[in-house]
């Protein structure tokens, strides 16, 4: 069933989100706070509000797809524009960003009080499986409301994981990239150990990668490090502000050492100029120059 949606923020994520809901046939309104990043979702059939509000307003669906909890609590909720008072009673407001699980349940009570319906839909993947529609979808919020938004989500992501109540799914969101950031940074410490040693690096890696101790996540990062292709896909910006939330979300560095370990790493990264770079740029910190 075709459906109103709004879209708002159209970054690498949101824009190619946006892309795939106009192929499965939805009515689309885009917002992002640069309106020129709107032009080629318009020219396919989108149309473009002036606010987050606007844009809400007649939409089934709301999706906020932005930076961070600064953004995202501007987008709902900024006096003269937020999308939560531009929504109709039986809209559904979904946010997708990576944000701190403390604000979403701050979100996620405000929209309670206003009665409207609300999950959390962070998403794993990043511009390829975004693209292809194949996201991987961590939902909070009420299980009746997510069957709702289900054909949407659908058309966007290949897998809908239902982990319980607000604030659920931005943890488990957090502490996956948690996970590949202590990935990145550990390989990037050992391409550099390995080159510096004189060692065929390419061929060490392949026989570690034979072993049970890899993952699948590493072959793609181990090969864009031994290849310098550093294009973003997940810059280093934003792992390091994962992370950072992912050691907040924890209460102190000393109760998540290694995750703090690694967001150190990409603190440095990011103070060499690296932030705009792939994450995996960081493998520069560790190899000797020759």
Known sequence: MTKNIAVLGLGAMGSRMAANLLKAGHAV??????????????????????????????????????????????????????????????????????????????????????????????????????????????????????????????AMGSTINHLGPIGSGALVKLCTNALLGVQVTVLAELIGLLTNSGIDTARAIQAIGATAAWSPAANHLSGSMLAGNFTPQFPIELIEKDLNYAVSAAGSPEAAPTIAAALGVFGKAIAKGFGDENMTGVVRMFVKAR
């Open 29 to 154: 309104t885009v917002w992002n706070r640069t309106p020129q990043a709107a032009a080629a979702l318009v020219t396919r059939g989108a149309n473009q509000a002036r606010t987050p509000k606007e844009a809400a307003d007649g939409a089934d669906v709301i999706i906020s797809m932005v930076r961070d909890d600064a953004a995202s609590r501007d987008v709902w909720l900024a006096l003269d524009g937020g999308a939560l008072a531009g929504m109709g009673s039986g809209a559904i407001a979904i946010e997708s960003s990576t944000v701190t699980p403390g604000w979403i349940r701050e979100l996620g009570a405000i929209a309670g009080e206003k009665r409207k319906a609300f999950l959390e839909a962070p998403v794993v993947g990043s511009r390829p499986q975004a693209e292809a529609g194949q996201l991987i979808y961590l939902v909070g919020g009420d299980e009746a409301v997510l069957e709702q938004a289900r054909p949407v989500l659908s």
